[in-house]
């Protein structure tokens, strides 16, 4: 149990290995503003082609404690501060990691089946693992090179518990490779004939397992990815994170059981029942989807010992290489679905998500149909199975699930111990004045400008800043290439606020979000016209504001390069917010100088004041509104944490509203002893302020009467 238990956690490093590159290699190519170069390291999971030497083949699988080791590369990656030394540790780690894995799915004919069974199960647990962790970690994993003490790592607890995983493995190296032929005869006896194991078969076998790698990244590293991709607007969100991404890890554990319990996983119609729920999910919102999405969670994860076990049949270096190659291409696929614009070629991908889940389906498909026809045509002989190395296999078979079914049920409690209790209930922070803090801020996708996860400091930004209703751009995490995380967890649940995640990471953004301290009563996600640039998104919503429905617009229009994009785009926004009936408050990312042609159509045609039209030092965040008075208007510097800075208004909901279309706003300048306390900015940001943070351009808020 305990040499199983460390293998777990090996594998549960595999995870973290193989989850983290993304994340590092995306900051780059996101200050480059396109591709930067490194994303060359991408190409270092072919490593596995070094096991077509039969030496070092050999050499890596009977040196288990060997290929353990490189797994515990990427965890000292924290210690060094430099992003690229980071990203180069990172990278080393990614490419040794798949040699791990190409280890353990390579069987030698003179060792029993019972290590290959082990390790597979071992793989699952890890999995598993790695999904209770980051809910417990509010998505992220705590021992990534992106996470530190300042920011919610657990790093030196990670590192602690892989050496002593690796004394384990260190220590028992010899039980678990024979030194002579006495060695109990195998479980499973494979003739690996010429005529057995093609080209044709182990392509198909390198087809299967790269679709396979990429399901399970793409939607299945974490519990909330297939939520937040069915995920819609308020009332009907569909399942929240909390406490239904436990569902998650109910439906892969349910389908690892069934795979090693049952033989009709290489079904067509199996196949056919996934495939249903990669549709789904692909182009609905809703439970409805997400329920089918666990079916997919199911099937994937149902397949992994037919995926594997065919793979360990195959000539080890160049399929387990070529599955890579074939994982790489999915996901450089989904990248360019959203970032045509910075990529070549782009264009081709554009908004094409289906392109790339139809083709990880069809991937899987080939490598799960050869491998049943070649159970059909018995290329696959056994022997008689040994008894007592049959019932050792089961009894760890049965401690493997235990174990898994164990950490389900820790899943739930983890879950159900992050729901708010109702003294959660997000409050205001100003109810007696009636204040409403609206802000908006660009946070390049909690990665700040050293590589260090951001979300502990945006959620201090937003508790020091009061903010009532806050709009976040760049905001969509929910990606292999962000790390596939949701930052918005920890900043909602820590701060008691309702979360608008914004549109689905399937809809082809960058995201925008919504925080507010206001019940939601409705929202809307918008892809505003694009036909030149980028795809546009916004949130359109409509708030419960001390009994008044008080409607809030985010949004994140394209760049500077494309006119006609941002033209259409605002000419949209002008007319949701033309159209309301209720006071508006816009916060968006308009790219435009004051008063420009943009400018004159979303504040003119939308019927909108801006908070300070004398304030000509603006690019791209905007604040303007209708129907409720403004008292202030404050700029707070971005600190580290990205390159844009924060905006914020004061706005105070009348007990009677006025005519929104004869009220006019003032711009006189007062003093801030104008207003009691309750009304100010906080203090904290005054001089130097806190972590970077300080209040700029002005060096202080403005407030009006």
Known sequence: ?????????????????????????????????????????????????????????????????????????????????????????????????????????????????????????????GLILSLVVRMASYSNNPIWPVMNDTNGGWNRLGLIFALVSFVSVYSRKSKDVPSDSKFKKPLYTVEHSKSSIGPRQWLCAALGLGGWLFAIHNLFTESSILGRWTWDGYPNTGPKPVPWGALVTTALSLGFSLGNLTDFTSSFIWWSLGSAGAFMITFYSGWFPFLTGLVLAVYISSITPLILGFVSKCPPGRTISLAFVCYNILVLASVWTVAYEFVPGGPILRERSWAFMSSMMLFIYCGVSMYSTMLKKNIFPQTKPDSAALKKIKNENYNSFGIMWFLVVLSWLVMFWRIPSSSQTPVPYHPKERILTSAIWTIHFDIDNELWSSEQRILEAVRDLEADVMGFLESDTERIIMGNRDWTQKVAEKLDYYVDYGPSPRKHTWGCAMLSKFPILKSSHHLLPSPVGELACAIYATLDVYGHEVDVVISHNGQEENFLDRKLQTTELARLMRESKNPVIFTGYVVTKPFGPVYDILINEGKMSDVDPTDSDRWCQYIAYRGLKRVAYARISRGTITDTEIQAAKFILPMTLPSLDTWKPSYNLVNESHYPSGYHFPTIFRGEGVRGHFYHVFNEPKYYD
């Open 1 to 125: 149990m305990l040499n199983f238990l460390a293998d777990s956690y090996f594998a549960f490093l595999f995870w973290t290995a193989f989850t983290s590159f993304g994340v590092c290699v995306w900051y780059f190519p996101l200050w480059e503003m396109g591709l930067s170069g490194y994303e060359a390291l991408l190409l270092a999971d072919v490593l596995p082609i070094i096991m077509c030497v039969p030496f070092i083949r050999d050499s890596l699988y009977k040196r288990k404690a060997l290929t353990s080791s490189f797994l515990i590369v990427g965890l000292v990656a924290y210690l060094f501060p430099s992003p690229l030394i980071r990203f180069l540790i990172v990278g080393v780690s990614f490419g040794l990691s798949t040699l791990w894995f190409a280890s353990i799915l390579y069987e030698d004919s003179f060792l029993n089946r019972g290590r290959f069974e082990r390790d597979i199960n071992a793989l699952q647990v």
